[in-house]
């Protein structure tokens, strides 16, 4: 299972989360946990063998101990030197000790001979396989995991979690540079029409003190943004294969793009839901693509 998003009852986050979330005066509406998503589903809990944390933020990390012991929890680099142990024997940690006590927790190792490397990633072959992969993607948090999915033999599906926030701060970019024309336009998917961005990107980005490959945004949100933005490096290299569909978690296109569980991506590509999210967050430029006629 990769992550938990944020569990119903989120006053119960360990306190130091439980404290800080009404300063935030973010709107949370949940109604279910994914233990009960899955229920409701077919997907009975002790079926699951592992939930995997991308990393230990609130909005990732659920409520894992709505799971049986035999699921196993699985962090990456150095999540146990940083936030062990949970609250309460350490009030100020951000996860409860609830959370991995009385169940395997696994801290992924992305060292020694079963070290694989995939483009500039080091990764694990979680299943030995070749079906699922780890991928060290460190910057935005402690131990920041990304996975990525065999959908088919030659596609794959990689799960960004927080790697960044935006589908605009990886694309484009050299690897993958805006096309000439987009179908359907983003700001417009119902029509049978395009978006033709000409040099009206160019101009945009020379306006913002960028260049036209650049992508439209940089990363301003993490623990190491140096770091960050080597990672999100990383990801632009896989990012132009057609054969691979990014989703990072926060990217709110892919919910209206792609159908959601239980529902199985494994056609993403010749469905064309890959290439429909893929320059859907351009909408977001709405108003400057109307400026400009398009």
């Known amino acids: 299972m990769w992550d938990l998003g944020i569990r119903k009852d989120y006053c119960n986050y360990a306190p130091s989360i439980a404290s800080y979330l009404p300063s935030t005066r973010y709107k949370i509406e949940i109604t279910r946990n994914v233990v009960d998503i899955l229920r409701d589903n077919g997907v009975p809990p002790h079926d699951v063998e592992g939930i ?5 933020h609130w909005d990732h990390i659920g409520d894992p101990s709505t799971f049986p012991a035999t699921t196993d929890l699985i962090v990456g680099p150095g999540f146990k030197d940083a936030m062990l142990p949970g609250a309460p024997a350490n009030p100020e940690s951000p996860i409860l000790e609830m959370d991995y006590v009385g169940r395997t927790l ?5 060292q020694g001979s ?3 490397r995939i483009g500039s990633f080091p990764a694990f072959d979680y299943f030995a396989d070749g079906s699922f992969y780890l991928l060290d993607s460190p910057g935005h948090a402690v131990g920041h995991l990304c996975g990525l999915a065999r959908t088919s033999p030659n596609t794959f599906i990689l799960l960004g979690g927080d790697i960044c926030h935006y589908a605009g701060i990886f694309r484009p970019s050299k690897y993958l540079p805006i096309p000439n024309s987009i179908s359907p336009h983003p700001c417009r998917p119902q029509e049978m029409s395009s978006l ?3 040099s009206a990107w160019e101009e945009l980005q020379i306006s913002r003190g960028r260049q036209k490959p650049d992508a439209l945004f940089d990363a301003t949100f993490g623990l190491d943004l140096p770091q960050a933005q080597r990672t999100i490096e990383h990801l632009q ?4 294969n057609e054969n691979v569909f990014v989703i990072v978690a926060h990217d709110s ?3 209206d793009c792609v159908p959601q569980f239980p ?3 494994n056609d993403w590509k010749t469905e064309g839901w890959g290439q429909r999210v893929r320059w859907a967050f351009l ?3 709405e108003l400057y693509w109307k400026s400009k006629g398009l």
């Open 253 to 255: 296109t892919v919910r």
């Open 114 to 116: 079963q070290t694989l």
């Open 237 to 240: 290299e896989l990012d132009c």
């Open 283 to 285: 909408g977001d430029l």
């Open 106 to 110: 696994r801290e992924i190792s992305f």
């Open 263 to 265: 529902a199985s991506l």
């Open 52 to 56: 995997i944390w991308s990393h230990w």
């Open 196 to 198: 033709c961005p000409g």
